[in-house]
């Protein structure tokens, strides 16, 4: 499993603008400077201005706390390796393309809960998946040459889903499908003249978690020869009007006995509840705040120096918000940027326990 972080920054963030300019218009800018003697007699003001009038303004997108699981087994797509976002960010698209991906690239996301830098991204997923005649091989074969609107609204007296292997998979909690749904429905029905249109219109969706019947529900992803499964953590992140709101990070579990903890979106430091989640894990995906002013519903990279164990420290791979962390050297297993990547389970390691998964089973219980 390779983990890439794709966006690490806060909720708020806007982006800057930049001023640059292109490789093209440098070595235009170099000859003209070259050859022309006026440019000899210009003050170094005026040599500035004339080179501004080549630069043009770039804007430069920060995007949050989101990252790209890769697993070696077949993908939706027909190739390998099967790509998975957790969560999409105010908007995904920038994300991917910094790493030289689309939504074509990739076969599923996880919604850990339904804040806008964490499902922004959704609408661009679905619509530009549905709307891809050759997203699957199976998508292509189900419509032949029709338009998906035209496929679903002329051959069907009821109006069947496409089917599941046409569309991404969407992995959620029972408890975030349905503010999901309330937030992106709207943007979603825009099927031309096809009633109903869901979100299973669009993704093939997968609950996990804890069911009202009292079963868990985890999900198995191959890896090579081995396996890992994913099971949502229950979190709280904040009390929104008089209601909580949990955030359910998730749970990896090698086959091989490595545990990688990814709680998204917490509130101050580790709840009592989480903590034998953390002390089992072997690697942690920490957010964290480094504004002057702690908000509250993060934890706040003081409060990680001075107050988580030096144990869990070590395991903690800290991604930020706001300006980069101040802390001290070696106290943490890492803080990432956005581009960086790990593959676990690490290189050396030794299995310490065997989990026996049927990875030909798609949902678990």
């Known amino acids: 499993m390779k983990i890439t972080a794709i966006g690490v920054n806060a909720a708020f963030s806007t982006g800057v603008f930049e001023d640059v300019i292109s490789t093209e218009d440098a070595l235009q800018l170099m000859l003209e400077l070259a050859r022309s003697p006026r440019f000899q007699d210009l003050s170094e003001e005026e040599l500035l201005t ?197 955030s359910y990070g998730i749970n990896f579990e090698y086959s091989g006995g490595y545990n990688v903890l990814m709680p998204t979106d917490i509130q101050f430091m580790i709840p009592q509840q989480l903590d034998a989640h953390y002390r089992k894990a072997d690697c942690i995906y920490m957010d964290c705040e480094t504004s002057p002013f702690a908000s509250g519903v993060h934890p706040h990279v003081s409060d990680l120096v001075k107050n988580l164990s030096t144990e869990i420290q070590k395991k903690c791979l800290l991604y930020h918000y706001d300006g980069y962390p101040d802390v001290p050297d070696n106290m943490f297993l890492g803080i990432l940027e956005a581009g960086d990547s790990h593959t676990y389970p690490p290189e050396g390691f030794e299995p310490r326990y065997r989990i026996n998964n049927n990875p030909n089973n798609d949902m678990n219980g």
């Open 50 to 246: 004339h080179i501004k009038q080549y630069a043009k303004r770039l804007y430069n997108p920060k995007w949050q706390s989101n990252f790209l699981l890769e697993f070696d087994m077949p993908s939706k797509r027909g190739n390998g390796p099967y790509r998975l976002l957790l969560d999409v960010g105010g908007d995904v698209r920038h994300a991917l393309k910094a790493l030289g991906l689309s939504s074509s690239d990739i076969d599923g996301i996880y919604i850990s809960h339904p804040h806008n830098d964490h499902i922004g991204g959704v609408e661009y997923m679905a619509l530009t998946t549905l709307f891809n005649p050759f997203y699957t091989k199976e998508k292509k074969q189900w419509l032949g040459n029709q338009f998906i609107a035209d496929k679903l609204f002329l051959e069907y007296t009821t109006w069947p889903n496409p089917p599941k292997n046409t569309k991404p998979d969407l992995f959620i909690h029972r408890k975030v499908l349905e503010p999901l749904t309330r937030a992106v429905s709207p943007g979603l029905d825009t099927v031309q003249g096809v009633p109903d249109v869901c979100l299973e219109t669009y993704f093939d969706l997968h609950l996990v978690g804890k069911q009202e019947n009292g079963k868990t529900i985890t999900h198995v992803f191959q890896d090579g020869d081995e396996t890992w499964t994913m099971k949502p953590v229950f979190a709280m992140h904040v009390i929104s009007s008089s209601e909580e709101m949990p």
